[in-house]
T-cell receptor
Framework: NAGVTQTPKFQVLKTGQSMTLQCAQDMNHNSMYWYRQDPGMGLRLIYYSASEGTTDKGEVPNGYNVSRLNKREFSLRLESAAPSQTSVYFC?????????????FGPGTRLLVL | AQKITQTQPGMFVQEKEAVTLDCTYDTSDPSYGLFWYKQPSSGEMIFLIYQGSYDQQNATEGRYSLNFQKARKSANLVISASQLGDSAMYFCAMREDNYGQNFVFGPGTRLSVLP
């Protein structure tokens, strides 16, 4: 039982390049999330998917797109990377959206945009 | 307005002593959950403990307990018998039933356990 997995672990991009961050969970969770973590700011929600087939914007969606490929997988795409997108990206999942549902996090992807 | 406030950017504690990490929150939703996560230097986010707004008793998980004072809107994490491995960032987070998709995180507290 791997929980939430993310690839890649590290990535360096040049400004303007594109890339996709992959996330998969094996806990049969319905809801999945993408966060970014910047120094001193905790985690901020980029996009989420309440259930398979649905996606919605979070607090900081600009410059990103997402795809809920199936129940297990939720990808995050940067179409034209900018230095401001240098961050650590976390994928998370939870069984549902109720307030008592714990979110479980992947190991994170460290992204550097030059 | 900040929904989650953690006023201690850094804390030190002697090994084997107890330590309290502060968290205050702001919500008008009567149904919400409060969570604490640990982030060691390796970077992963580890779930520690959960407290529901309707829970009558304070949550406990091993050496972790949550001092929940609903009227004061505080949810402080207490770590008993600190260990060197407890050195990490600790984040308080809230999830509201009316905004269930959104986990709101505080800025975190860096705990250093001294030998």
């Amino acid at each position: 039982n791997a929980g939430v997995t993310q690839t890649p672990k590290f990535q360096v991009l040049k400004t303007g390049q594109s890339m996709t961050l992959q996330c998969a969970q094996d806990m049969n969770h319905n809801s999945m999330y993408w966060y970014r973590q910047d120094p001193g700011m905790g985690l901020r929600l980029i996009y989420y998917s309440a259930s398979e087939g649905t996606t919605d914007k979070g607090e900081v969606p600009n410059g990103y797109n997402v795809s809920r490929l199936n129940k297990r997988e939720f990808s995050l795409r940067l179409e034209s990377a900018a230095p401001s997108q240098t961050s650590v990206y976390f994928c998370a999942s939870s069984e549902g959206e109720a307030s008592q549902e714990t979110q479980y996090f992947g190991p994170g992807t460290r992204l550097l945009v030059l | 307005a900040q929904k989650i406030t953690q006023t201690q950017p850094g804390m030190f504690v002697q090994e084997k002593e107890a330590v309290t990490l502060d968290c205050t929150y702001d919500t008008s939703d009567p149904s919400y959950g409060l969570f604490w996560y640990k982030q060691p230097s390796s970077g992963e986010m580890i779930f520690l403990i959960y407290q529901g707004s309707y829970d009558q008793q304070n949550a406990t998980e091993g050496r972790y307990s949550l001092n929940f004072q609903k009227a004061r809107k505080s949810a402080n994490l207490v770590i008993s018998a600190s260990q060197l491995g407890d050195s990490a960032m600790y984040f308080c987070a809230m999830r509201e039933d009316n905004y269930g998709q959104n986990f709101v995180f505080g800025p975190g507290t860096r705990l250093s356990v001294l030998p």
